[in-house]
């Protein structure tokens, strides 16, 4: 196996390893990384309600079964779906304020996860390593 099949191999261990131990840290709280990644986006459009299809384009890793995970967290009560004022047919999401202070204690835990990483890395070998990512993906 050559250098760059090396390197491709450890990114995607990697990535499944960081997804796996971010749902482990937030198992306590009933969440998986996925409806993790929902409020964080949910709460990023700052109380402005998104659809479905928006919310897909805008999550860390597409998933086509992201209205089985809104589902979910509106049974948690934790986002609310409402008729689209611009289109009847489709379905707005918003996050509750459940949800706002639920993602603060995530954010803490996912925040404590990372903290031990970060030292790992200086600063000029972080950014080396997102630009030689962006490289890999032609950005």
Request: proline letters at 2%.
């Amino acid at each position: 196996m050559n250098n760059y099949f090396k390197a491709i191999y450890e990114i995607i261990r990697t990535g499944h390893w960081i997804t796996d131990s971010i749902t482990k840290e937030l198992k306590e709280y009933g969440i998986y990384e996925p409806q993790y990644n929902v409020l964080r986006i949910l709460r990023g459009a700052k109380g402005n309600p998104i659809s479905v299809n928006a919310i897909l384009e805008q999550m860390v890793q597409r998933s086509s079964n992201v209205t089985r995970i809104v589902d979910k967290l509106e049974t948690k009560g934790l986002v609310e779906r409402k008729l689209s004022v611009e289109d009847r047919r489709k379905m707005d999401i918003i996050i509750t304020n459940d949800g706002i202070q639920l993602l603060k204690k995530l954010d803490k835990k996912v925040a404590d996860f990372h903290k031990p990483m970060m030292t790992n890395l200086t600063a000029e070998e972080a950014d080396t390593l997102k630009q030689l990512i962006k490289k890999l993906k032609g950005e």
